[in-house]
Structure formats: C-alpha cells, structure tokens
C-alpha cells in the first residue's frame, strides 16, 4: 500500500513539474502557427514577390534592366555613398566609442546622446536639414554657388545625408561591448610600455572586432538601403544624383514594373547577404564567448 | 629601487580616498597595504604606478621626483587583481607583449624576446603552457602568466593589487609562499594590496594599516600584530575581545574588575576601550589570584589545531571568545553549561578621545 501511495506521489510531482514549465500543446503550437503566419504575411511573402516580379517577364529583360546605363549610375553612386560613408562611421564609431566607454569626462551623457540623434530624427528631417544649410537659400548657399561647389542635389549632399542616418551604428554596436570589457587589458598595456596606437591596434581592437564588424555591416546596409534622406537632397537627376532606392521610385512611377523590381532585387538580395553575414558573426562571437567562459570555469 | 610617498592627497568628488599619506619603500622590501575596502589602498598603489594622479604630494623613485613621469617611464610592473591577460594573445605573446611594443632601437631581436620569454615562464613554472590562451588557464595560472609578464619588462618596482584576492584558498596559499620566495630570489622592491591579514602577515617584511585614506600604523608583521597602535588595528588584524571602562593610575576598571597595566600611570579615571587576543583569555576552573570574571561556557568549536570557547560572562551576559590548546582544552575538560572564571593576560588600552 505504501509502495503505491509512494509511486502515485511521484507520478503526480512529474506531472507538476512538465505542467509548471510548459504550456499546454495547443497553445505551443497555435503560437508557433501566429507566428509563422506573421512572418510570412510580412516577410518571406513580399521577398518572394520581388523576385517573383523581377523576373516575370524573363531573365534577359531581368538583365537589361540592371545593365542599361541609368542602373549602373544609380548602382555606382550607392556604391560610392556606402564606400564613403561607412568608413568614416568606422572611425567615428570607434573614437567615439572609445572615449565614452574607456575614459570619463564632463559632458558624456550629452555626447551619447547626440550619438543618438539621428535614430530619433526622422530621415526626411535629416535631408532637409542639410537643404537649409546648404542649399540655394541656405546658410552657405551663395558662398557656394560663388565658389562653384555643388552639396545639394550632388554627390556630396548624399553622401551628407548617408553618413548622417548611419552615424550611431557603429558606435552604438561598440559602446556596450567596450563598457563591458573594461579598461583593465589597456591600463596592462599602458604600464608595459605601448603607447596609445599600439594599444589601439594591439589591445582594443582585436577585442572588438566582432562587434566592429557587425556594425559595419548594419551601417553598409543601412547606407544603401537609404530613402528618405537621400530623396530629399538628391534632387532625382537620372544618371547623375539617383541611387538606387530612389532609382526603383522612379522606375515604378513609370510603371515599368519588371525594372523596378530587378534594380529591388539587387536590394533585396543585398539584405539577404547582409543578414547572413550578421547570422555568421553573431555565432562566431557567441562561440567565442562561450568557449571562453566554458574553459574559465574549469 | 626604493619608493618615496610625500603628503599624497586624493579625492574623489566629495570622497576623500587618500588623506597625507607618506610613507617609504626601501629597495628590495616586499610592502603590504593592508586595510578594508574603501581605504584607499588601491588607489594609493595606482598612484605609486601612475594610473591615477595625486591631487597633491609628490612620489619619489630612488630620491628622483617621478609624481610627472608617465606611467610608461616609470618602469614599474603591475599585477592587476582581475589578471587583465590580453585574452586575444597566446601566454606567450602575453609576456612578449612588454618587449615587442618598445621602439626599433631598444626592441630585443626576436631570438633574444624567445630566449627572455621561456627563461620567464619557467620562473614562474608555466614554460608548458605558452601556446594557450589566458581563457584556458585556471586562475592561479593567469596569476602567474599576469606576474611572468609585468616581469618581462625588467621593472625596478612591481606593484600587485590584490593578488591572490580572486583565488580559493588552497591555491592562494600555495601562491602566496611561492610569491615570498620569488622575492627573496629576485629582490624587487614589491608593494601589493591585500584586505587579507593573513595574507599580510605572512608574505610582507612591512606591513602598512590603512583605514579610510588614512595609514594607522606601519611596522613588520611582529609588531604590528603584537603592538597594535590604535583600536583599529588590533581589530582588524585578527580576533580580538574588547571590554569598555575606566582606566586611572595604571589600572584598567572593567565592571568589577581592575587588571594591572603597563602604561597610563599618570591617567586619571578616564574612560577608555580595553582589548584581549582571545589566546590571552585564561579559563581556570577555580578562582586564582589575579582577577577574574566568572563565566558560563556557551559554545565549544575543537575543530582544527586550537579549541575556540564562547563564554557568557555572568555579571552582563557579555561574550567573551578565548582560544585553547588542544592540552589545555583536554585537562580543563570543559563542558557547555560549565561555571568557569576567566582572568584576562596581556591587556592593551587606548583611552577614548573626547569627540
């Protein structure tokens, strides 16, 4: 009787534990299904209409579109605007980060804060900060018309513009992370004798890199996937101030869809790169994390 | 090469760290700042390196004023408590780094850095592991690599905070002998941070007591256990029973009784703290000739080489801890509940300081 009352007592304290750490299986699976069904509506259907419409009317005129000279002006000017952009964000970022995680001074928060800036302005906001400054009424506008340099509605206005709306990612991606770490490795560094480059190239960085590289790729992807800023100093001049985003505008205006969606595709496909990449990054510094961590504990 | 601190003031915003701190390292001695958290002791040793700048006061290298001289030309080593090993950087390049980031013309060739590296970590007796890196260490050899590596440099002064702070026990005290055996081959003026005074007592030639950026005493192990100079200290470095009252003419009055004392002949009834090492506590089972407090034993621990008592004492139900050979336990063949007396030994008295 005992050895009854003992293995009903066991029975029901298992039943507790799953019950107390689990929901029941209908509820798992209706919420994997709402999930699924979201991410579908929102993500995996749209990705496969772009290319889907890309490529409608057949492979060649998937090419001719991305070939035909306009594209290629649009493709080389992105290019130029993330080649320009994302390096300076690299070395801003790190400075940056930098000096706030690793030193103290009056007026950090404040600097943070304005690190922080363009998240909160609108890109729109952004570009049309930069026509009131540099425009034709702006407040260098006749200074530069009579010097004949060209901001707005020209390659460096959007570059302007790119590099303002990427400007916290870097940074905010290596602020965290160098907090974290501390100062201790670059005060070992700084006794033994190196000076503030060595530390830098041989201490701080390659501490960082993942999450160096990871907010370039967010900041390379951001600064050619840019719209609202770059739309508002371009001035849309095809074959000259068109990137690509603005590029798919115009063509989808024209209701030349099949273009449209090629350039898009191009875009999309950049995002799908980007999104592995981060995928890869991410697993190799949480490996090397946990290999870390695994071994300290021994 | 000796170290000279000259009326060093610290402050952090309102905090005051460090208060007119002076004090001299003569070359070669192994020196413990030794105090809680949040005396100043840290800071003190940042100071001494240059991490951190003094308000005021001057620090002084081998009579030559260094209080200017950046942290990379003092050629000082520095332990850091957390290790702070380059995790990026094999054992090896760990301890190479010193050597290889100096300028071309004073940079060793590569087979002189190789030779220099492997002569350290088999000093510090870790040559085996110079392909690893520090996360597949265990603590006590990043404690090593960390020491092999502030080494490396030749430093004329080595500075460790909190060494073995992060360590268990068993490895910390194995450490700690064979830290005090590496200074007595190398000979390098040494000055580390413990708040453990066993740790202090055992491995320094100095001690240095410091309490809220405040030095209370400094003095060799000896006396500074023996001749405590203020309360504080006698508290801090180890056990300590402390009994309030009166002292006049040589006398300390605690309660009923009045126990002879060295000095503070000339007092006159002033009140005053009164402290007993719990060895000094004698428990007699009869009342002898000296004045005693008689007791009820209220916890017995005979757990390791001495016999540790809790006595309540009768007339206030104060406890009192006295410390027994394991002899004396075994012939007093004492038993909780039991009526003892107590009669304090070695008595030391600091009046109390009107406020």
Known sequence: MSSTVSHLGHYQAKVARSRATSEPAWIRWSLIAIALAF?????????????????RKGFETYIAALIEPDALSAIKLTVIAAAISVPLNLVFGVAAAWATAKFDFKGKSVLITLIDLPFAVSPVIAGLIYVLIFGLQGWFGE???DNDYKVIFAIPGIVLATVFVTFPFVARELIPLMQAQGKEEEEAALVLGASGWQILWRVTLPNIKWGLLYGVILTNARAMGEFGAVSVVSGHIRGMTNTMPLH??????????????????????????????????????????????????? | MSIEIRNIHKRFGKFNALNNINLDVPTGELVALLGPSGCGKTTLLRIIAGLEAADEGSILFHGSDATSRDVREREVGFVFQHYALFRHMTV??????????????????EAEIHRRVHALLELVQLDWLAGRYP???????????????????????????????????KVRKDLRRWLRRLHDELHITSVFVTH??????????????????????IGSPQDVYDQPASPFVYKFLGNVNQFHGRVHAGKAHIDTLALDIDDHHETDNTPAHAFVRPHDIEVLRERGTQPAFSAVVSYINAIGPLVRVELQRQDNQSIVEAELTRERFRELALQQGEAVYIQPRNVRVFLDVPN
């Open chain 1, 39 to 55: 991410l579908s509506l929102f993500l995996f259907i749209p990705l496969a209409a772009v290319f889907t419409e890309a490529l």
């Open chain 1, 143 to 145: 200074w530069l018309i």
């Open chain 1, 248 to 298: 798919v505008e115009i063509l989808y205006n024209e209701y030349n869809y099949a273009a449209a969606f090629a350039v898009a595709s191009l875009l999309a496909f950049l995002a799908l790169v980007t999104l592995a990449l981060k995928t890869f990054i991410e697993w190799q510094s949480a490996r090397s994390a946990r290999t870390t961590e695994q071994l300290s504990e021994e």
């Open chain 2, 92 to 109: 090896f390049e760990n301890v190479a780094f010193g050597l290889r980031v100096r300028p071309r013309k004073t940079r060793p060739s």
């Open chain 2, 135 to 169: 996360p597949q260490l265990s603590g006590g050899q990043r404690q090593r690599i960390a020491l092999a590596r502030a080494l490396a440099v030749e430093p004329k002064v080595l500075l460790l905070d909190e060494p073995f702070g992060a360590l268990d026990a």
């Open chain 2, 196 to 217: 453990d005074q066993e740790e202090a007592l055992e491995v320094a030639d100095r001690i240095v007591v410091m309490n809220q950026g405040n030095i209370e005493q």
